[in-house]
């Protein structure tokens, strides 16, 4: 709830782009960084006329702040039960493990390279990206909140572990007791192996959860100067999962190899992927919830998503595998020629009241911004075309567009043309759209306050 800026320096289509991103994406305004360098500049101080960057960013400001902005800011946005936990313990550790061999250079160090180098961030940006490519939200939750019954509260049905490797007693406490009162708790790998100032532990702190022993893992793995390469593991059970596609369980690795030498060790768990002394994808009941150990690196799928297709895609289906059955997006958006989910497409929804909706679909490129999976990394062409869509709603829908007023009536199914640069916003209600009725009188003299009745359909 906290008002949030974010800059931006594209221009053009791009800078059209980038304002409605931001904005769908909570931000409450745009820092468009103006030293007046030609490139940069908004306003010509010569002339007091915009730019050609300036002239770009006018409209979509225009349209934004004519009631687009009231109408979501207003209403709630959804995060479809699903929590990312955003711990600064694990962050300090995940550097040291990448960075140990700079030595005393670390004090050379400079802001600049740890936005292009840390790994931490293409991992968060990672994260995101499987959660948005498979049309959810999401919120973060930091240690603090978590102590704070935030999972409770906010009524999360998912806490997702990224390379969570330093957790307190006390947090993984408050994460079990999440997974066995009804909770899903999922984990990429490295999870919990130092306490939270840093120290290794013998054992993960939620190995038990898991029913799992991570004590032979001994480091990263992927920063190794020697990395064993074992046999690759065959997909096993997991062959099943809709979707999945690979020759073997450790080709699906987004960055490096996977860490091995995990057990298995509970006998109520069971793991889709390897056997008892090598497990992978290990998924157990506990209490009322699940606790789900992938042992799969998925920390560069940012990148991969738009450079190894069948990768991205089989990656994808094993999170919505490990997800609960409940947990379901709000729409679904198709390729209207392949009738497959298209890749970079991302929903969000907004409630404003039990009966109306808001629903926007756009583009999910990679955003420009050195060391977390950015353009300066991956190619968004693929982005940057027309698509024709078919928007696949949870339900039917009374269905208005915002944006062009058209009335697509009481439907599940809205086919529609998906700009590269423009969102689509629809508003989904149960009852038919009808037109305000204002009443008052029909005159009056200048200087005179009236009153006027503005009503809309009957509840």
């Known amino acids: 709830d906290y008002p949030f800026l974010h800059p931006t320096w594209a221009s053009g289509r791009k800078l059209r782009r980038d304002l409605w991103y931001h904005f769908l994406h909570s931000c409450r305004g745009v820092i468009a960084w103006d030293n007046h360098e030609p490139k940069n500049k908004l306003i010509d101080r010569k002339t007091l006329k915009l730019t050609a960057r300036g002239e770009a960013s006018a409209p979509v400001l225009k349209e934004i702040l004519a009631g687009t902005d009231r109408m979501l800011i207003q209403s709630r ?24 061999n700079v030595g005393r250079g670390y004090i050379l160090r400079q802001s600049w390279h740890e936005y292009r180098q840390d790994e931490r961030s293409v991992l968060r940006t990672s994260w995101i990206k499987l959660i948005e490519d498979n049309h959810l939200q999401f919120a973060f939750v930091s240690p603090a909140q978590l102590a704070e019954g935030r999972l409770a509260a906010g009524g999360f049905r998912v806490l997702l572990l990224p390379e969570v490797w330093a957790l307190s007693d006390a947090e993984a406490g408050r994460i079990a007791a999440f997974a066995r009162a009804g909770g899903t708790v999922i984990a990429d790998q490295y999870t919990g192996l130092y306490d939270g100032h840093g120290r290794r532990r013998a054992k993960g702190a939620l190995d038990e959860l898991f029913g799992i022993d991570q004590s032979a893992v001994t480091g990263d793995i992927r920063t190794a100067r020697d990395p064993k390469t074992p046999k690759p593991r065959t997909l096993g059970k997991a062959a099943s999962i809709p979707g999945l596609k690979a020759d073997t369980w450790d080709a699906l690795a987004t960055r490096g190899p996977n860490a091995r030498s995990v057990r298995r060790v509970a006998d109520d768990a069971d793991n889709l992927v390897g056997d008892r002394g090598d497990a992978a994808f290990v998924v ?40 609960p059955a409940e947990v379901q997006p709000p729409a679904r958006i198709l390729s209207a020629k392949s009738g497959k989910r298209l890749p970079g497409s991302e929903v969000a929804v907004w409630t404003a009241g039990p009966r109306r909706r808001a629903l926007a679909v756009w583009r999910n490129y990679n955003v420009s911004k050195e060391g977390i999976g950015g353009e300066r990394f991956t190619d968004n062409s693929m982005f940057e075309k027309d698509e024709r869509i078919v928007v696949e709603l949870d339900r039917k829908y009374h269905v208005v567009n915002q944006r062009t007023g058209k009335a697509h009536g009481l439907t599940d199914r809205v086919a529609l043309t998906l700009s590269p640069w423009e969102p689509i916003i ?34």
């Open 426 to 459: 629809l508003t989904l209600q149960d009852v038919p759209p009808t037109a305000l009725k204002v009443t008052g009188p029909a005159s009056a003299k200048r200087g005179e306050v009236v009153t006027l009745a503005i009503s809309g359909p009957e509840d």
């Open 284 to 323: 157990r009941t506990v209490g009322k919830g699940k606790a789900v150990f992938l042992n799969l690196d998925v920390s560069h799928y940012s990148r991969v998503r738009t450079t190894k297709l069948a990768q991205a895609e089989a990656v994808l289906s094993i999170v919505r595998a490990a997800l």
């Open 77 to 100: 946005r959804e995060d479809n039960g699903v929590a990312i936990y955003h711990s600064p313990a694990s962050a300090r550790v995940n550097w040291w493990h990448q960075f140990v």
